[in-house]
T-cell receptor
Framework: SQTIHQWPATLVQPVGSPLSLECTVE??????LYWYRQAAGRGLQLLFY??????ISSEVPQNLSASRPQDRQFILSSKKLLLSDSGFYLC????????????FGDGTRLSIL | AQTVTQSQPEMSVQEAETVTLSCTYD???????LFWYKQPPSRQMILVIR??????QNATENRFSVNFQKAAKSFSLKISDSQLGDAAMYFC???????????FGQGTRLTINP
């Protein structure tokens, strides 16, 4: 069966520091991968999605970037964090075939001080 | 652009009772998929139920069922025999046919009263 791992679960970072959140999927090949941000009490905002290695689409202009160095690895990064980057970040995967549900990781709570 | 609206920020129900969560959406697509996700306090997003827009029959998963009204662009979730473990944020989401991007509503926080 497929599993998705996302880490760390919690992260506290100072303003201006770099960021690297990692997500890996097991049990499937060539999945679609997604990064979402969820502000407190709000819905999910799609940040990036990827249909293949080095194929990244950005949905919202921001201080963050994403990379997919391997088929089942998706990384969310920032060179300099802003206070507004605080939130709950969720990674998800889905099968390539259209209209498949997305399956989510456990999320990372990021607090910027 | 597609939009999903959940007009009930919070709902509560007595244990063992039935509750319905509302969701409306807007899209110019003729074919699409709709989902309900559950996010308990642990924050993990869990797929509850899925509906294909081309199907007239409402989807059902055990105690969870939907009322899909395509003309009205409405997709409500009914939870029967509510249990304490059903307490969570519930998100409605839709995705156009053939696409992978989902648009989520703002969520409804469901409280189960014992």
């Amino acid at each position: 069966s497929q599993t998705i791992h996302q880490w760390p679960a919690t992260l506290v970072q100072p303003v201006g520091s770099p960021l690297s959140l990692e997500c890996t999927v097991e049990g499937t090949s060539n999945p679609n991968l997604y990064w979402y941000r969820q502000a407190a009490g709000r819905g999910l905002q799609l940040l990036f999605y990827s249909i293949g290695i080095d194929q990244i689409s950005s949905e919202v202009p921001q201080n963050l970037s994403a990379s997919r160095p391997q088929d089942r690895q998706f990384i969310l990064s920032s060179k300099k964090l802003l206070l507004s980057d605080s939130g709950f970040y969720l990674c998800a995967w889905s099968l390539v075939q259209g209209n498949q549900p997305q399956h989510f990781g456990d999320g990372t709570r990021l607090s910027i001080l | 652009a597609q939009t999903v609206t959940q007009s009930q920020p919070e709902m509560s129900v007595q244990e063992a009772e039935t509750v319905t969560l509302s969701c409306t959406y807007d899209t110019s697509e003729s074919d699409y998929y709709l989902f309900w996700y559950k996010q308990p306090p642990s924050r993990q997003m869990i797929l509850v139920i899925r509906q294909e827009a081309y199907k007239q029959q409402n989807a059902t998963e055990n105690r969870f069922s939907v009322n899909f009204q395509k003309a009205a662009k409405s997709f409500s979730l009914k939870i029967s025999d509510s249990q304490l473990g059903d307490a969570a944020m519930y998100f409605c989401a839709m995705g156009p046919q053939g696409a992978q991007k989902l648009v989520f509503g703002q969520g409804t926080r469901l409280t189960i009263n014992p």
